[in-house]
């Protein structure tokens, strides 16, 4: 146990660090529960813990790192020295149940554990190629699959819950302690229901803004990338009447709605090959990366190696795709009258 009248003074390194060496898991399970909870009462039922049990692992955290984190009063307060330890906090307890999972799949037979973030597109055609190319070599990782927005994706990244991201690659990729690898382009493209106006003609930007949209989230690389594209053209971009990354949603909307959205060249490949959207002849002004990979530059386990390998070569055998072709303008039937004379006139008749 650590002894709270030992407390460390700022600045003296030496002793700091022996003190933080001799905190154990349990102390930051504490942590993140008090911290999620706002008071020991709350935390203690969520520990299975009693609430001086849980006071007595708070005064020893502070202890060993030599500054209060909480202010006590009704609700605790959280201190500005906080932050950081909750930080290291999140990593040592994510670190954790990754080995526990991964030990469990081990004893199942698998060949380690690999948790993998994927976007929207390459949850389409690229991750389940290189999925079942792994399967088809025989004994293979086992595989957490979670599909997001880059948002959500890089944010459980951040909390130690994915090990790789496979998706388009922006300045987060390129952060100090990870690596990054591009794979291929893969334009946006704009989507709407089977029976939208649009679809009957060359629709142009200026057309598109007459209609709803469901766009991209706020603040996010598409979304800017969406507006640039009206921007472009002179015109505002539009007020949206939802906002989501979220695309089953997306997709039963824009089936019974007149709504249009941006999506992945993928996806609206994906929609127009199973007859339930089509694509129209619009292409924004730029788009928001290619499709690649990031991962921690330290992580050298095997599973992860042979994800990467993987999807490279998926990736290099991948046929460029066409571009998704609009849908042609649909021709009436023509009327009866019409179609007996074109009858007559091909047998000779006069």
Do not use: N
Not at 168 to 191: K, M, T
Not at 211 to 218: A, F, H, Q, S, V
Not at 320 to 343: D, H, Q
């Amino acid at each position: 146990m650590i002894d709270a009248s030992e407390k460390p003074m700022a600045g003296d390194g030496e002793m700091l660090a022996l003190h933080l060496r001799r905190l154990r898991l349990r102390h930051f399970e504490v942590l993140l529960a008090v911290a999620r909870h706002g008071s020991l009462t709350a935390s203690a039922p969520a520990l299975g813990s009693t609430q001086p049990a849980v006071s007595q692992w708070l005064a020893e955290i502070e202890a060993a790192v030599g500054v209060p984190l909480f202010v006590r009063g009704r609700q605790l307060k959280p201190t500005q020295q906080l932050a950081p330890v909750l930080r290291h906090a999140r990593r040592v307890v994510a670190d954790s149940r990754r080995l526990e999972h991964e030990l469990a799949a081990v004893a199942r037979g698998a060949d380690g554990l690999l948790r993998i973030g994927s976007m929207t597109g390459p949850s389409i055609d690229l991750l389940p190629q290189a999925l079942l190319a792994l399967r088809a070599e025989g004994s293979a990782p086992h595989f957490e699959v979670v599909e997001d927005i880059a948002q959500g994706l890089w944010e459980r990244f951040a909390r130690r819950e994915l090990d790789l991201i496979v998706g388009r690659l922006d300045e987060r990729a390129y952060a100090p302690g990870l690596a990054a690898q591009a794979l291929y382009a893969e334009p946006h493209c704009v989507v709407a229901g089977l029976h939208h106006p649009l679809g009957s003609g060359k629709a142009d930007w200026a057309q598109a803004a007459a209609w709803p949209w469901i766009l991209p989230p706020r603040h996010t690389m598409l979304r800017r990338a969406v507006d640039a594209s009206f921007l472009d053209q002179a015109l505002a971009p539009p007020v949206p009447w939802l906002e989501t990354g979220a695309p089953g949603l997306v997709q039963r909307l824009l089936q019974a709605s007149d709504c249009l959205v941006v999506v992945s060249g993928a996806a609206g490949r994906h929609y127009a090959a199973l007859g339930v959207l089509q694509v129209l002849p619009l292409r924004l002004k730029v788009d928001v990366g290619p499709i690649g990979m990031a991962w921690a530059a330290d992580d050298d386990s095997p599973a992860l190696q042979r994800m990467l390998q993987a999807l490279r070569t998926c990736a290099h055998e991948r046929t460029p795709p066409a571009a998704p072709r609009p849908a042609r303008p649909r021709r009436s039937a023509p009327a009866p009258a019409a179609a007996a004379a074109r009858r007559r006139r091909g047998s000779g008749a006069s």
